[in-house]
């Protein structure tokens, strides 16, 4: 079982920034390929960003150059870093992980983008 822990969420302003942080509970993070989604209210869940155990990134085409998804194995996180952020980026942010038929995720985050 791992257990994941996302952080970083609150409100801010369009064109503002945030970071989200997700700590993982697993002594071999290394092998899960990580990844962001998001839900606004009335949507579905989709995929923000993912990045494998070798680092290969992949964006939904609505966030690309905008958010950068990066992971740190020795401290088990993973990051989303949002910049450029639109009121149609609001949305609870949820933390994935991945690998062979094994599946976690976090509580997930608010993140509001409103003035």
């Known amino acids: 079982q791992v257990q994941l822990v996302e952080s970083g969420g609150g409100l801010v302003q369009p064109g503002g920034s945030l970071r989200l942080s997700c700590a993982a509970s697993?002594?071999?993070?290394?092998?899960?390929?990580m990844a962001w989604y998001r839900q606004a209210p009335g949507k579905q869940r989709e995929l923000v960003a993912r990045?494998?155990?070798?680092?290969?990134?992949t964006y939904a085409d609505s966030v690309k150059g905008r958010f950068t998804i990066s992971r740190d194995n020795a401290k088990k996180m993973v990051y989303l870093q949002m910049n450029s952020l639109k009121p149609e980026d609001t949305a609870v942010y949820y933390c994935?992980?991945?690998?062979?038929?094994?599946?976690?995720w976090g509580q997930g985050t608010q993140v509001t983008v409103s003035s």
């Open positions: 990045i494998t155990n070798g680092r290969t990134t």
């Open positions: 994935n992980a991945a690998a062979a038929s094994f599946e976690y």
């Open positions: 697993t002594n071999i993070f290394s092998i899960y390929a």
